[in-house]
């Protein structure tokens, strides 16, 4: 089954709840409708219509274990909730300054995300009601379990986690957390939630705020006065781009969402082009945390004939050199981030090398490093490597690469993904790492550029 749009889908998805409501397998006294920002909300403002029920955006944030920030020691929400898994505290024996700094920098971010959304409305309060919670759909569960363990915190007495669309097992994640879970569809081959839609286009956050406007005059209540966004080109609904470089003109796919943090640029590996779909879905996650993306095509279609090109790594960041500076005069006052795959992650990190390279972050899916070897102890740019576990050959060769640098570097695996992160939640796990790295170091400028030893001093 595939959704028209995040709107189609909200109103099947409020079709099977309202027949569930009808048939009493869900508890709808008092219920209130929270969207999971961005994707969840259009999809819950039509849950919310058909139930007529109020909507709202539950805003949480999960706590990282600083040293392997893809494992959560706990979550934070609004109004001070915070939830700590204390067996996970114990184990890895985090110390109090740890997790304080942790929570700190969410509680940051967390508070200006509901700033963005609600202005100066408070967050509706949950206890004693029906909590039903929506995304647009579910991969890992990892953000819908922290999703109901703050909403029972501030005081739920019954959670309902309801999606379009989900893995076949889902169910088996999460029911020690919600009392329900509905899923319009659970198709048996699952790779990215943005596969059963059409149009998957990111959420903006004017979006989120028109949907609770809607809301707010249906309750009779008048909106908050919204902040209004810097002055900057909302996604195109045609991002196709053509530059020049110092060897010809290449084809790119821009996408530059309102009040964007940074841009990423995209450099793809052993021929695919910007039309790859793993690429384009980690790009779309990207664009829903609030950054610009350019997917590019660093070879013609002649030069992605012959494979001798495609292992050419001083040309393609040559070509990545060129990107950039057609990037920054198009959006000069972002702070460019760096996604490369396979040979394309060689190439993203020989273009860093150079020293007059802007390049503030990089990430690396599935990269082959080792073919910027010679050059790994001259990039400067924090950097994060994603490989699967399943995926030794390559795993080897980024741990090889890794011990090579000199940057701010982390190494991490992906548990049963292989190569090209096919498994059921692999690519959206690469997407909310990615995500996180470029949110963490495109807003650091102070950090930019810094060295550290093997060691971890800064040198």
């Known amino acids: 089954m595939s959704f028209m749009n995040r709107g189609d889908a909200g109103r099947r998805l409020a079709g099977l709840l309202e027949s569930r409501l009808s048939a009493g397998d869900v508890v709808a006294h008092d219920a209130v409708v929270l969207g999971l920002p961005r994707g969840g909300v259009p999809v819950g403002a039509e849950v919310a219509e058909v139930l007529r029920a109020p909507l709202d955006v539950l805003v949480v944030r999960k706590l990282g274990v600083p040293f392997q920030p893809e494992l959560a020691f706990g979550a934070i929400g609004e109004q001070g909730v915070r939830v700590i898994n204390d067996e996970v505290v114990r184990s890895l024996r985090l110390s109090t300054g740890d997790m304080a700094r942790v929570e700190t920098r969410e509680r940051e971010e967390l508070d200006r995300r509901s700033r963005r959304y609600r202005g100066q409305r408070p967050p509706t309060d949950l206890a004693g009601r029906t909590a039903i919670i929506v995304d647009d759909g579910v991969a890992t569960g990892s953000t819908a379990r922290a999703a109901c363990l703050i909403a029972r915190a501030q005081g739920a007495t019954r959670i309902v986690v309801a999606v379009p669309v989900a893995p076949r097992g889902w169910v088996h994640r999460l029911t020690d957390v919600a009392d329900d879970l509905v899923s319009v569809d659970t198709p048996r081959s699952f790779f990215a939630i943005g596969q059963f839609y059409e149009d998957f286009a990111p959420t903006t956050d004017e979006e989120v705020r028109a949907c609770l406007r809607r809301t707010y005059a249906a309750e009779g209540a008048k909106p908050q006065p919204q902040p209004q966004p810097r002055e900057r080109p909302a996604a195109a609904a045609d991002p196709e781009v053509t530059f020049s470089t110092r060897s010809g003109r290449l084809a790119g796919q821009l996408v530059t969402p309102a009040d964007a943090g940074g841009v990423v640029l995209f450099a793809h590996g052993s021929g695919s082009s910007r039309h790859s779909p793993r690429n384009r879905f980690v790009a779309e996650e990207l664009n829903r945390a609030g950054l610009a993306t350019l997917l590019l095509d660093l070879l013609t279609e002649q030069e992605a004939g012959d494979r001798a090109n495609v292992f050419d790594t001083a040309l393609l960041a040559e070509r990545l050199h060129d990107a950039t500076d057609w990037v920054r005069e198009w959006l000069r006052d972002l702070p460019v981030g760096y996604f490369g795959a396979s040979t394309g992650a060689a190439a993203a990190l020989l273009a860093a090398a150079d020293p007059n390279c802007p390049v503030r972050a990089i990430v690396s899916r599935g990269g082959r490093p080792d073919l910027a070897a010679p050059r790994l102890p ?80 800064a040198r």
């Open 378 to 457: 001259e990039v400067a740019a924090p950097t994060l490597l994603i490989v699967g576990g399943r995926d030794g050959t390559v795993l080897d060769l980024n741990r090889q690469a890794q011990a090579m640098l000199r940057c701010e570097n982390r190494l991490d695996v992906v548990p049963g993904a292989t190569h090209l992160f096919e498994e059921p939640g692999a690519l959206e796990k690469v997407a909310e790492l990615a995500a996180d790295w470029f949110a963490a170091h495109l807003r650091d400028t102070a950090g930019a550029g810094r060295r550290v030893s093997p060691a971890g001093s």
